[in-house]
């Protein structure tokens, strides 16, 4: 795994994501800041709570082997596809539910980029800009990936949910940054610059889909700065809030809109701040764009809100700008340590009472990745915890799978910012 370089000046970083040229193919640019960005440093927790680099090596490569070439019936839930015009395809698949969503290909594009499969890459891109895309000028998803569907390729909801088109946009300018750009559906940052665009500036559009007729619009209103959860809906997702990946975009995606992703990212660091309970620091899976639950089942902390803790913790670790995200991670972890490290449940109401009592290993990724911002030493004891938690597998595999991918990316310093050309 290349090490990324510290000493980038400013003058260069700004000429590869203005100009797209590429001295000395820069892939971390200096900044002031004690963030990763910034340092070129990320760290690693494992080796920081003592596990050598080569067992934390092992770990990830034998995590992504199992989910991504293992058993089909038991481990995998990466499959290949076939091949088109552009080459191999393949999908990501939750097994449970027996379909293929924009979440999944997304964290596996990221999954694949941060460890260098371009491979696998490509083949779920392929698929995903393939089958899953919308050309279509009168569709209501035009710009947009369908969420859900199923493996022969065939829709069961034809909308989009931003979280896939968030991850879509990142992993693509990771692409272009690690391994460069190619033509046609491999220009990555093209892709990119495109997508962003249409999350923002997408006109509405109305018309049939399966499930009826529906309005389509911007991702991204811009009377709040914020994501909604899903376009034709008015109210948001906190665990959509990806305030590093916004942060990221003010400085390299379309120029246009630089000033709206600044707004975007101190926007969520505040709404991370409001949605969260004050004693537990936990979230909702829905809220209202003020940060208040919407009312209903999904006021709770659930599936959904696992992954807010490893929102604001990215966020801390490669920008360092809002101190108040430490204090959530010590919260959450607080809360948490306080129901038991090894059996505390997956939902809960905000403030705190059981709802389940299920111990889920992506979970316990999610509360791993907080002690990226975490102050207390029980914070090493969430690290330990996901080291020690098996590779998920079986019938719930998939999100429990990719969170515990993304969970040991992040706390193996290997969650890493790669500049686009």
């Not at 003058?11 to 203005?18: F, G, K, Q, T, Y």
């Not at 020690?388 to 429990?400: H, M, T």
């Amino acid at each position: 795994m290349r090490q990324l370089p510290a000493a980038k000046t400013i003058a260069s970083w700004l000429l590869v994501c203005v100009a797209g040229a590429s001295p000395a193919r820069p892939e971390q640019p200096a900044t002031s800041g004690s963030g990763a960005f910034a340092t070129g440093r990320y760290r690693n927790l494992f080796v920081e709570a003592g596990y050598p680099q080569q067992e934390v090596t092992a770990k990830i490569n034998g995590a992504f082997q199992q989910l991504f070439h293992g058993d089909p019936n038991t481990q995998a839930v990466y499959f290949p596809a076939g091949t088109n015009a552009n080459g191999a395809l393949a999908y990501l698949s939750d097994i449970n539910n027996s379909d293929v969503r924009s979440e999944g290909m997304s964290y596996g594009m990221m999954i694949a980029v941060q460890l260098d499969k371009k491979a696998e890459f490509d083949a779920l891109w392929n698929w995903a800009r393939t089958i899953m895309y919308h050309d279509s000028p009168g569709h209501p998803g035009q710009g947009y990936f369908s969420w859900s569907m199923r493996t022969d390729g065939t829709p069961n909801d034809e909308m989009p949910a931003p979280d896939g088109e968030e991850y879509f946009a990142m992993s693509l300018y990771f692409a272009a940054g690690r391994w460069g750009n190619g033509t046609g559906i491999y220009d990555y940052r093209a892709a990119a610059d495109r997508l962003l665009a249409d999350m923002v500036h997408r006109v509405p559009i109305t018309g049939p889909t399966l499930r009826g007729t529906r309005t389509g619009r911007e991702m991204f209103p811009a009377e709040h700065n914020m994501v909604r959860f899903t376009p034709d809906t008015n109210f948001t997702d906190p665990s959509y809030h990806l305030p590093a990946f916004y942060e990221l975009w003010s400085r390299c995606g379309p120029v246009a809109d630089r000033p709206f992703w600044a707004k975007a990212a101190a926007v969520s660091r505040d709404f991370l701040q409001k949605v969260t309970s004050p004693v537990t620091g936990l979230a909702p899976d829905y809220a209202s764009f003020d940060g208040t639950p919407r009312g209903g089942q999904r006021d709770s902390f659930q599936y959904d809100a696992w992954r807010t803790a490893m929102n604001w913790s990215v966020d801390w670790a490669w920008w360092a700008k809002d101190v108040r995200e430490k204090q959530l991670s010590d919260r959450l972890q607080a809360f948490f340590e306080s129901k038991g490290l090894a059996e505390y449940g997956n939902r809960y109401t905000l403030d705190g009472n059981p709802l389940g009592t299920d111990h889920s290993t992506g979970l316990v990724a999610m509360n791993a990745v907080a002690s990226l911002a975490g102050t207390h030493p029980l914070a090493q004891q969430f690290v330990e915890a996901l080291w020690n938690a098996p590779v998920p597998s079986g019938r719930y595999r998939y999100y429990d799978g990719m969170l515990y991918l993304l969970g040991l990316l992040h706390c193996g310093g290997e969650f890493r910012v790669w500049t686009p050309q």
